[in-house]
């Protein structure tokens, strides 16, 4: 079948009216770390909060998926404050919609100016420090300038803000589903997105490398080569590779010959299988096939049909099912074992997926302090 990783959005046109309750500036702390450099921890490290954006319009979504997308966010959401608080940035007209969808759970809605729900790639990057905690701002532009982003450039700062750490600035730009750490010093990213002309023009892989060891304390990359151009992000790593535990990378493998990522997923398999980690230990790799088929309401040739793409939070892991019970039940299996102590909990987002994206493009993770 054919599996795309995420959406191939139109230039939306957004209105620039901030919207009521949302003029409450994020603070200007200072962003620098008098400790030393700063570190971002592994995903799986204790959470105070997830953070979403209830995000989704008409004008990108279009009609047809809207309403299930905002019922596939709350069901994130919902899911997700089972184990830890979620705080989600809603357009203040829809507080309302999101509250009736979302119910009594766990799960705080504070006003905002958004564009869209990708908070992965528009909230900041929260990296700690010898003696604080700030989040880097890693200059949002709409995946190379392909979706307005006038709001959503300023989310990672209100954020910040909101959680009362300072910003981190950097002149690098790239999103938080671009880059994937293990905690201890070690980051997977892809070439196609973060050395590309439409966000770091003329970039070289040690001059990245340089920026990323001061903001995020990354020692060592495994650069794969990701493809460009075939869809929004240009090939984002939380859909190829994801770190299950020092040492430990769960990797997609695309079985559909007709796909885009065939052959690029056997690429990165050989890279990783070839690959160690900061700490020069040889990386055990696990392999997840994508599903053979999936639920016909909402596929289309930009569904993002992988399991790649879960979140892990306090005592668990939220990942997708797709409707085929085999494919379904072996992902579950693999997490539950890489994942021990945590309940994985698979959940229907066909709307997301249809729209592009996943599990973990929707959230953000907020270390515990």
Known sequence: MRRRCFFQA???????????????????????????????????????????AFGASERIW?????????????????????????????????????????????????AA????????????VFVKGADSWGGVDFNFNGWGGKQDHRRDAKVAEFVAGRAGVPTVHTDLVLEGGGIEVDGQGTAIITESCVLNDNRNPGRTKPAVEAELGRVLGVQKVIWLPGIAGHDITDG?????????????????????PKSFDYDVTRRHLDLLHAATDAHDRPLRVEVI???STVREKFENDDFAAG??????????????EFGDHDADTAAKATLERLFPGRQVVQIN????????????CTTQQEPAR
């Open 10 to 52: 139109g230039m939306a046109t957004i209105g620039t009216v901030l919207l009521a309750g949302c003029d409450e500036p994020a603070p200007q702390g200072a962003s620098t770390n008098q400790g030393g450099s700063w570190v971002m921890p592994d995903e799986g490290e204790p959470h105070k909060r997830t953070w979403m």
């Open 62 to 110: 279009g009609r047809r998926l809207l309403p299930q997308v905002r019922r596939d966010l709350a069901t994130v959401a919902v899911t997700i404050a089972r184990f830890e608080p979620v705080s989600m940035l809603v357009r203040a007209e829809e507080t309302d919609l999101a509250r009736s969808l979302i119910g009594a759970a766990n799960v705080e809605l504070i």
């Open 113 to 124: 100016p958004i564009d869209d729900l990708w908070i992965r790639d528009t909230g900041p």
């Open 236 to 256: 984002h790593t939380d859909f190829y590779a994801r770190f299950a535990g020092p040492g430990v990378v769960v990797a997609g493998l695309d079985t559909d």
């Open 289 to 291: 096939e994508g599903p």
């Open 307 to 320: 399991y790649i793409n879960f979140y892990v939070c306090n005592g668990a892991v939220i990942g997708p």
């Open 349 to 360: 987002i066909d709307a997301i997926a249809a729209g592009g994206g996943g599990i973990h």
